[in-house]
């Protein structure tokens, strides 16, 4: 059972470079989440996805976009890095409220 | 400010001790989760209390919901070195609306 799968688990970009992270969960789950969490410090929601089809602002969503490409897959893309967005991110996804959030191991991001 | 404001941020203890660590909000929440991570890896949920009042016993670890909903505790006795980790707290304040996390507190449990 695979869960949440992400990919890469590192990159280093460039500033003004783009790119996408891809998450993926095989759960069958309506809702997915993008987060990311800086050092020592809790998670911050970018964006998430309630269910296929739609996609919300969470509390820091500047300099980010998201796909919820079907109910399996969702992406965030970098279109123009920041030094500001070197964080880990991790996606996560859950069947509906008040049940558990199950998290990919996260991808590792630098932008120097 | 974070919607969710975890106390202590930081905490170092001995084993044998016990120790709570808060989890406190201004708003109403219809339910909230306590999750632990490890180096590396992505947080993995403890428990989830639901209605206000309500405590949840997980071996050592007691988890309380406040009776207005808008806080939440968790206590451990008799820390061990496996407890070392970072304890999120997360809420949801509408059913089904976004899950959103305080700032987490770090444990470290010395032998």
């Known amino acids: 059972n695979a869960g949440v799968t992400q990919t890469p688990k590192f990159q280093v970009l460039k500033t003004g470079q783009s790119m996408t992270l891809q998450c993926a969960q095989d759960?069958?789950?309506?809702?997915m989440y993008w987060y990311r969490q800086d050092p020592g410090m809790g998670l911050r929601l970018i964006y998430y996805?309630?269910?296929?089809?739609?996609?919300d602002k969470g509390e820091v969503p500047n300099g980010y976009n998201v796909s919820r490409l079907n109910k399996r897959e969702f992406s965030l893309r970098l279109e123009s890095a920041a030094p500001s967005q070197t964080s880990v991110y991790f996606c996560?996804?859950?069947?509906?409220?008040?049940?558990?959030?199950?998290f990919g191991q996260g991808t590792r991001l630098t932008v120097v | 400010t974070q919607l969710l404001e975890q106390s202590p941020q930081f905490l170092s203890i001995q084993e044998g001790e016990n120790l709570t660590v808060y989890c406190n909000s201004s708003?109403?929440?219809?339910?909230l989760q306590w999750y632990r991570q490890e180096p590396g890896e992505g947080p993995v949920l403890l428990v989830t209390v639901v209605t206000g009042g309500e405590v949840k016993k997980l071996k050592r670890l007691t988890f309380q919901f406040g009776d207005a909903r808008k806080d939440s505790s968790l206590h451990i006795t008799a820390a061990q070195p496996g407890d070392t980790g970072l304890y999120l707290c997360?809420?949801?304040?509408?059913?089904?609306?976004?899950?959103?996390f305080g700032g987490g507190t770090r444990l470290m449990v010395k032998p």
């Open positions: 997360a809420g949801e304040r509408n059913a089904g609306n976004m899950l959103t």
């Open positions: 708003s109403v929440f219809s339910s």
């Open positions: 996805s309630a269910s296929e089809g739609t996609t």
């Open positions: 759960m069958n789950h309506n809702s």
């Open positions: 996560a996804s859950l069947q509906g409220a008040m049940v558990e959030a199950f």
